[in-house]
């Protein structure tokens, strides 16, 4: 169905593709058209812009949170190489005194042995053992023992007699001139194969860690490691 326009406007005669202006219809729509676009076009400039700083400024952060956990990780690596100079600077000043003190030891042992052996004689571990230890607990050589693993199986005997538990003189051998002199032999052998032990264990890097620590402690009670 045809639209009629009102009388008036039809009077007014505007010109096809004209507003009631004198404006041409095809250029507004034309113009709003473009500045609509425009108008889209910079949104999405913005949009875009908006975008970019996001990821620039999460792009910085990352970087910025990576690079604190590599320094925390060299921090941590260079705390553990620290570590393990300082316990190696350690342990090699702990083994020096223990390889000093071991010397010291040999030097009392020996002198002790060679003022036995003037004394005595060869038989010094029997006599002892005789003086001492009562006849039932005196050890017998094993037939095809050698004389040297018997006075050593021996010696363990008196040293056993001798000391207390903790390694220590027991009262009955302090008090006598000769028997102290044998019970002082006795805790310097104790303490010698204590802390050769030790030392053995301490040196060998494939030593378990259990045994390592249980030396540790002992080096520990015999001040090896105090500064």
């Known amino acids: 169905m045809a639209i009629t326009l009102p009388q008036d406007i039809q009077d007014l005669e505007i010109p096809p593709g004209m507003d009631a202006r004198g404006g041409d219809l095809s250029t507004r729509e034309t113009f709003e058209r473009a500045q609509k676009a425009d108008f889209a076009a910079r949104d999405a400039q913005d949009l875009l812009q908006r975008q970019i700083r996001g990821v620039t400024e999460l792009t910085g952060e990352q970087a910025n949170t990576a690079s604190a956990a590599h320094s925390a990780k060299n921090d941590a690596e260079e705390k553990k190489r620290r570590k393990q100079s300082s316990d190696a600077l350690e342990m090699q000043m702990i083994l020096n005194s223990m390889r000093e003190r071991m010397a010291v030891l040999d030097g009392q042992i020996a002198d002790f042995e060679a003022g036995f052996e003037a004394k005595y ?52 051998y302090k008090n006598d001139p000769e028997k102290r002199q044998w019970a002082q032999w006795a805790e310097a052998q104790h303490e010698r194969r204590e802390i050769g032990r030790d030392y053995d264990v301490l040196s060998d890097p494939s030593s378990p860690t259990e045994q390592r620590e249980a030396s540790l402690q002992n080096t520990r009670e015999y001040g090896f490691n105090e500064s």
């Open 121 to 172: 004689g060869d038989a010094w571990r029997e006599i002892m053992a005789n003086e001492i230890l009562d006849p039932d607990e005196i050890p017998e050589r094993q037939p095809g023992e050698s004389m040297e693993d018997y006075r050593e199986r021996l010696e363990n005997d008196l040293i056993e007699e001798m000391l207390d538990e903790n390694g220590k003189i027991k009262d009955e």
